[in-house]
């Protein structure tokens, strides 16, 4: 049943072949099989989810199903629960359990989602390879060594080694594309504000957008479709009506114009990814596509800008973490600042402590011009770069991550060699841009990613881009041999 | 170094974050490599580029004044460390 | 030497919503401890404002109303610190865009002279919770039910010379957010406090000396005080060679005096920056227009129209326009009748606020209706009723009656006119007491009132004074 996709699971349940209690049992068969080493899940509810899969499948049986009744899931723990915790991989929120739930999570399961269980993450959501969590590393499932790249490692491991038929996830830098290319899988980061942030806890507001990790972009699709939408606790969600994302993925690509950007081909990247690239590239131009060279001048520093706004916004959502009304408090504090200065002191990791220090650093008085209004107009130019390559091009394509996953360990004592991991990701959420990563071949046996970014609202483009790409190859095929 | 360990604990007081006097120095050598990875943006013109606050072209939304939420005290106070008839508890703290 | 006082008042203006002003919990006063605090209002992880339409609404009134520009684009930012009552250890607030920019206001001072006192800005804001800290050994309780309150501080420019200044410009801006609507004034329940900023300089500098801020003085009568031992202290530190130092102070009502808040003292870097989680509040003339339509005329305005329309003493219209409800209240009076409007301001300034003083009762408790004293001035005017008997029937209308017609009628109130029933009653009197008769023919003329008094007294004072007057001078020339 693992083998499928959620679509292909989708119209087995439909047609009455498979029940929504099969797949569940499956799916936690499968967990208490592989997740020991895996650690992708930080909890998983096999009760809870059992009744909802015997709600779905009444539902089925009342003909009153949607797309997406019966399908096991998982939330990375970022998003409010009220029957499990919401860590937020972090030893600040280790037993809390959320008094609401999060928008996302209530469309899902009004969808008719199962929720499995609760993925594993860099702590806030701050890193790229899920070493940061309080509750342990995340392993590959393609190498049980090597990182599966975050902070949404849990969920794009849970995803690529079949223990739920897909994940959520959040990306503010590229939390969600860059585990999608380390586990060889599809993850779609919408246009800032497509998905509502309420019940998402909160990284850097600006940036932070959540969506789905899957097997296929057809999938991707499906889920975005039951995300995505104007949520009136969300000031910055979009009013825009979101389109049928599943209707235009079979749309042709003959005359599409792809721009690749020279600056993506440059700096720091692994060759071997470069040419599993390249060979997407001629897959896409032989469907039709046009390539074009374009230029995307400030890339180089988007990084730069990306770690100070990001820290900047953290530091100051992160403030609210303070002992008093719920989370980690110390042992007997002798005064309001003790308790403070503790509570925070033990709850928080360390690299969630070097950004709210760095991030404090740069909004503080006599430094906030020099750094975070800098930062802020570095970004307006990241953002006039994408409009001025969008007059010229429809997507723009080249590698997801700089290298393949690395070995646990190997990054964890230089944090900026760590950041580097974004190099392609964070332009789009500086710039609030739609971006997908999806498989695109393998070097020395670990997958590579090839990401797509479009302009805003354009995730139909890009969903059916990769859908197409995906009727081309099989890379979104192939399993870890581990958990086959 | 661009920050010494005496800056490191100026912040952390700042962000009341509780930092080990045997971190200081390996912080403060972290936070400078930081600093130096965002140094070059001092580097770039950005004369009369309007900062870039929000993603979002959209301008704010706004809600009706009405009011929607009744007293759930019981349910959001449950993850509350220390609690009195009805408080959310600290310290003492002196005006 | 002499000393010139420099004041600037910070006024935090909670404004007068249902609900908070990024949430929908109720910002009703006195509930139970975190009653009213929601999921946003305690900034659990995962929450997000939105922001309350009539808040904003409330700020453009505020700005129509001082002459002062509304910022088109403006920008809500964080401000940033730890103190337990503010749940996500940042206030959302406005800094470099504030909704309201630079304004004016007129005012006229004690002595009559009219002074203009700028206004710097106005910015929307939430307000805090509350510490308790009498209520638990060793403990301070918090209490979020506040938190999230929307607030509009107003600041003005460091225009006031003196603590009378700032009184009357406190006491000016507090009549003026109750007559647009957007604050309830209430002071005990902190609905409008005030921040004074205050230093001194020599005659004739134009250079500000060190201020210090006074915090949360919750009455007109504190503002006073605090402001006038604040200016003492300063010339005391100033004179004996030493130099104020720029602090935040409390005043201490019992003592009389203000002192440094040293909890407060260290240097706060509130580090603020644009919300991320709130986009740019945009204004559009659409939306002005719509809030300017529901504008009502402001108090100069009304004043002005009550002395040319309505040929009021300056004195009346001043005292008539002191809040809207008063200025409603008596155009209400006069608004179906055709007699002078001035009438009606003898009446409300008179009767009516006369027994509001005396039995200590706001005008919305007053039991007479503006329609009750329109026809009971109307009876007056039309000579149904002396002014003596209307008294009266204010009285009965005081003490519940309602109908003042029936109140004429059952009570027989209604005045004599009628010059044969006079007549008969002078005969009487003329007869019962001749010696006076004879007296004041012989040229006695002062007893003239005995003898009004006499009839006046026969007629169970419902004859028309000015009627029996001029009869009994006829009679009495034999
Ligand atoms: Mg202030
Ligand atoms: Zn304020």
Redesign the pocket.
């Known amino acids: 049943m693992h083998d499928m996709t959620m679509a292909q699971q989708a119209a087995l349940l439909a047609s009455g072949e498979l029940t929504s209690a099969d797949l569940v049992e499956h799916y936690l068969a499968r967990i208490e099989q592989h997740d020991a080493r895996l650690n992708a899940y930080l909890a998983v509810d096999a009760e809870g989810a059992r009744l909802a899969a015997a709600e779905a499948d009444k539902r089925l049986q009342r003909g009153e199903a949607g797309p997406l009744t019966g399908i096991p899931i998982a939330h990375k723990d970022i998003f409010c629960t009220t029957d499990m915790a919401t860590t937020c991989g972090s030893r600040m929120l280790e037993n809390y359990v959320s008094p609401y739930a999060a928008t996302v999570v209530d469309k899902l399961q009004a969808a008719g989602m199962v929720t499995l269980g609760k993925a594993n993450m860099d702590e806030f959501a701050m890193g790229s390879s899920n070493e940061n969590s309080y509750f342990g590393a995340v392993a590959n499932p393609w190498q049980e060594n090597r990182v599966p790249g975050g902070s949404s490692g849990g969920s794009a491991a849970i995803v690529a080694a079949r223990l739920a038929s897909a994940a959520t996830g959040t990306d503010t830098g590229g939390s969600i594309r860059q585990p999608a290319a380390f586990c060889g899988i599809t993850g779609i980061k919408p246009t800032y504000g497509r998905v509502s942030r309420y019940g998402m806890v909160a990284f850097a507001s600006s940036l932070d957008q959540g969506g789905p990790l899957a097997q296929t972009a057809e999938d991707c699709a499906l889920m975005l479709q039951a995300m995505a939408g104007h949520d009136v606790r969300d000031s910055t969600s979009s009013v825009l009506k979101v389109p049928d994302f599943s209707e235009s993925l079979n749309e042709n690509l003959a005359g599409l114009r792809i721009g690749i950007p020279d600056e993506y081909f440059a700096q720091g990247l692994d060759s071997d990814v470069g040419d599993c690239v390249n060979e997407a590239l001629s897959v896409l131009e032989s469907a039709g596509a046009i390539l074009k060279r374009i230029s995307l001048p400030n890339q180089n520093l988007c990084i730069p800008a990306y770690y100070i706004i990001a820290p900047a916004e953290a530091s100051s959502n992160l403030s609210r973490f303070d002992g008093v009304r719920f989370g980690h408090r110390c042992e007997n504090p002798q005064d309001i600042d003790d308790l403070y200065t503790r509570s925070r002191g033990e709850g928080f990791g360390p690299e969630v402590k070097r950004r709210i220090l760095i991030g404090a650093y740069a909004l503080s008085a006599g430094y906030y011009d020099a750094y975070y209004k800098k930062a802020q107009q570095v970004r307006q130019l990241v953002s006039d770069d994408f409009t001025s390559a969008f007059a010229e091009v429809d997507v723009i394509a080249g590698p997801t991550t700089p290298t393949t996953a690395f070995e646990r360990g190997a990054k964890s004592d230089d944090p900026v060699a760590m950041y580097l991991n974004d190099l392609f990701t964070v332009s789009a959420n500086l710039s609030g841009l739609p971006a997908i990563s999806a498989p695109c071949g393998f070097a020395d046996g670990l997958p590579v990613g090839l990401q797509l970014s479009a302009s805003v609202n354009q995730e139909a483009r890009l969903l059916n881009v990769v859908h197409r790409y995906q009727g081309l190859t099989d890379w979104h095929r192939r399993m870890p041999d581990a958990v086959a | 170094m661009l920050l010494t360990p005496d800056d490191i604990k100026q912040i952390a007081h700042l962000a009341r974050l509780g930092i080990e006097e045997a971190a200081l120095d390996h912080l403060a050598a972290d936070l400078s490599t930081m600093l130096d990875l965002v140094e070059q943006l001092q580097a770039v013109d950005t004369e009369g580029v309007e900062p870039m606050a929000h993603p979002a072209n959209a301008s704010l939304l706004m809600r009706d004044d009405i009011v929607t939420e009744s007293d759930q005290r019981d349910v959001l106070q449950a993850p509350a460390p220390a609690l009195q008839d009805g408080y959310f508890l600290v310290p003492r703290v002196i005006e | 030497m002499t000393w010139e006082t420099v004041i600037g008042l ?1 006024i935090h203006a909670q404004l007068a919503t249902r609900s908070k002003i990024f949430s929908a919990s109720s910002t009703a006063f006195g509930a139970e401890p975190n009653t009213q605090a929601s999921a946003v209002d305690l900034g659990l992880p995962g929450v997000l404002p939105v922001v309350n339409r009539d808040v904003v609404r409330m700020a453009v009134r505020f700005a129509l109303a001082t002459d002062a520009s509304i910022t088109r684009r403006s920008v809500f930012a964080r401000k940033n610190y730890f103190y337990p009552d503010l749940p996500k250890g940042y206030q959302i607030s406005q800094m470099a865009f504030p909704i309201v920019g630079p304004g004016r206001i007129s005012l006229t001072l004690p002595d009559g002279e009219e002074k203009i006192i700028g206004l710097t800005r106005a910015h929307l804001e939430e307000d805090a919770g509350k510490s308790v800290h009498d209520l638990f050994d060793g403990y301070t309780g918090i209490d979020l039910n506040r938190a999230g309150t929307p607030l509009l ?1 107003i ?1 003005s420019e460091p225009d006031m010379r003196s603590a009378a200044e700032a009184v009357a410009y406190a006491r000016y801006m507090h009549s003026l957010v109750r007559y647009i609507d957007i604050c309830d004034g209430n002071m005990q329940e902190g609905s409008f406090r005030c ?1 004074a900023n205050v230093s001194i300089r020599q005659s004739g500098s134009n250079t500000l000396g060190t201020r210090t801020e006074i915090k949360n003085l919750n009455s007109f009568r504190f503002l006073e005080r605090a402001i006038e031992f604040e200016i003492e202290r300063q010339i005391d530190i100033v004179e004996s060679g030493a130099t104020v130092v720029q602090e935040t102070r409390l005043y201490d009502a019992d003592r009389d005096e203000t002192r440094s808040m040293r909890s407060k003292e260290e240097a706060n870097d509130y580090r603020y920056f644009p919300d991320p989680d709130l986009p740019p509040l945009v204004i559009d003339d659409d939306f002005i227009d719509a809030v300017r339509s529901t504008m009502p005329e402001l108090p100069a305005a009304r004043r002005a129209r009550f002395v040319e329309q309505l040929a009021l003493p300056p004195a009346d219209a001043q005292a008539l326009c002191a809040d809207r409800q008063t200025a409603d209240y008596f155009e209400a009076v006069f608004e179906n009748h055709s007699f002078a409007p001035r009438l009606a301001a003898n009446w409300v300034l008179g009767e009516l606020f006369a027994r509001m003083n005396k039995e200590n009762i706001p005008l919305a408790a007053s039991p007479v209706s503006s329609a009750q004293l329109g026809r009971l001035i109307e009876r007056v005017d039309d000579g149904t009723l002396s002014g003596k008997l209307g008294k009266q029937v204010f009285d009965a209308l005081w003490s519940g009656e309602q109908d003042v017609d029936a109140i004429i009628d059952s009570r027989g109130l209604k005045q004599i006119s009628d010059t044969g029933a006079i007549d008969t009653m002078i005969d009487a009197v003329m007869a019962d007491n001749p010696t006076q008769v004879a007296e004041y023919r012989a040229g006695k003329e002062k007893l003239l009132s005995f003898f009004v008094g006499a009839v006046m007294k026969a007629s169970r004072g419902k004859a028309n004074p000015a009627q029996l007057n001029q009869l009994l001078r006829e009679r009495l020339k034999g």
Do not use: P, R, T
Request: aromatic residues 0%; charged residues 75%.
């Open positions: 910070e501080e600041v921040d």
